[in-house]
């Protein structure tokens, strides 16, 4: 049986050879297109300076302030008078204070008579828990054994404390609690001195200082028939209630 069309005018008979003519051509142009170079132009700047013809400004008028002329020097005496010389000036002459090897200088000898020696006495700092004779608060003169006055001081200290203690304000309102621990020292002469604080804030820390400064003046304890200083230690609880 004979085909129906003519094979040499098949449209589908150079399919193949087209494709490849037209994906040669479209890589060919894709790699031209790369290898295209562009250049900036140069710009040209003109720059115009616009000059006048004319400066016109206005000067100030100024005062010209006129000064008197200086007065004239003095003129010379019509005399001239005659004064006889100065009497003649002795110099004082100043010697060398600088020793040569030929001065000789005595040995100071000095006598142990001589010499005054003081005795200085170190400051000596007992603690509260071994002292012999402890300080005596006032109010606790009566009392006669040292446990009985240990105890009395203590409580007097207590008592000092809640009697004049006050919350700072700032501390209550940032809610800041907690205990301070004050350490202090009682002087020969029975006062407070040396006042040592540590606790969480400085709130509460000046507070305690405050409260303890405030301590009166207490008879000073006794180590061996003397008076000493005395170490003294107690926590201070700061603590808000509802």
């Not at 300076?49 to 200086?70: F, N």
């Not at 000789?104 to 003081?118: G, K, L, S, T």
């Not at 907690?178 to 020292?185: K, L, M, N, P």
């Amino acid at each position: 049986m004979k085909p129906k069309k003519n094979p040499n005018v098949e449209i589908g008979r150079n399919s193949s050879l087209y494709f490849m003519i037209g994906l040669t051509s479209v890589l060919f142009m894709t790699w031209q297109s790369f290898e295209v170079k562009f250049y900036e132009e140069e710009s040209k700047v003109s720059e115009v300076v616009q000059l006048t013809d004319e400066l016109k400004e206005d000067v100030p008028i100024t005062e010209m302030i006129r000064t008197a002329p200086p007065p004239p020097p003095p003129s010379a005496p019509a005399v001239i008078e005659i004064v006889d010389d100065v009497e003649d000036v002795k110099e004082t002459i100043i010697e060398s204070t600088e020793s040569s090897q030929e001065t000789y200088i005595e040995d100071a000898v000095v006598r142990i008579e001589d010499v005054d020696v003081e005795e200085v006495e170190e400051e000596v700092i007992v603690p509260f828990a071994v002292i012999e004779h402890v300080p005596v608060f006032p109010g606790c003169e009566d009392l006669q054994t040292q446990a009985e006055r240990k105890a009395c001081f203590n409580e007097k200290v207590q008592e000092h404390i809640k009697a004049n203690f006050s919350y700072p304000s700032s501390a209550l309102e940032m809610g800041i609690t907690g205990r301070v621990y004050v350490q202090f020292v009682i002087d020969t002469n029975g006062r407070v001195v040396g006042i040592e604080k540590r606790g969480p804030d400085k709130l509460l820390e000046q507070e305690a200082g405050r409260i303890i400064a405030a301590l009166p003046k207490v008879k000073p304890g006794e180590q061996r028939g003397k008076p000493v200083s005395v170490k003294y230690s107690i926590p201070i609880n700061f603590i808000m209630q509802n």
